[in-house]
C-alpha cells in the first residue's frame, strides 16, 4: 500500500513541482540568454538540466502508471506560465517604442521629454499622408508609463515595440537612485 501511495501520488506531485521548476529555470535562462545575461544562464541551465535528469530518472525507474507522466506534462505547462510571469514582472530589458504620429507630434513629443525621456522624430510619408515618427528608449518597467503618455495626447497612434540588446550613449529615463533627470553617455545592457 505504501509503494501504490507513492507510485499514484507522492511521485507525480514530485515530477510535477520538478517539472515546474526547470521549466520555470528554462524559461528564465532563454530569458537571460536573449538579453545577453552571459553569467546567469549557465548556471540556470546547469540547475535545470540537473532537476531533469534526476526527474526523468525517477520516472524511467519508479513510475509504470500515467499519472506521472501526466504530471510531467503538466509541470512543463505550469512551468512555463510560472516562467513568463517571473518574467514580467522582473521586467527585464530594454525596449524601443516607435509611435507613428499622423496630426502634430509636438505635444508628444513635449511630454515625453517633460517626463524625462529621450525622443528622437523622423518625419514620413505613410499610406494616406504626412506621418511623424516618435521614437523612445525606455526600460522595459516604464513601458505602461510611456505608453500612457502616448496614449493621452494621441489616442489612435500606430505604436511598434521591440526589445533592444543595448544601448550606447544618449539620454534616458531618470534614475531615482541617482537623482539625475537625464543622462548621458550611459551604457546600458
Known sequence: MNNDLYAWVTLPLLVFGARVLDVTLGTMRIIYISRGKKHLAPLLGFIEVFIWIAMVSQIVHSANNIVAYLAYAAGFAAGNFVGMY????????????????????????????????????????????????????????????????????????????????????????????????????????
Open 86 to 189: 517571473i518574467e514580467d514582472r522582473l521586467a527585464l530589458g530594454t525596449l524601443v517604442v516607435r509611435a507613428f504620429i499622423q496630426n502634430q507630434a509636438t505635444e508628444l513629443e513635449t511630454h515625453l521629454r517633460n517626463s524625462g525621456y529621450g525622443v528622437t522624430t523622423v518625419d514620413g510619408h505613410g499610406a494616406i499622408g504626412a506621418v511623424t515618427m516618435v521614437y523612445t528608449i525606455v526600460p522595459r518597467r516604464k513601458l505602461v508609463e510611456v505608453l500612457a503618455i502616448i496614449h493621452q495626447t494621441h489616442p489612435h497612434a500606430f505604436l511598434s515595440i521591440e526589445d533592444v540588446r543595448s544601448t550606447q550613449e544618449g539620454i534616458f529615463p531618470r534614475d531615482a537612485r541617482l537623482g539625475d533627470r537625464t543622462q548621458f553617455g550611459r551604457k546600458s545592457k
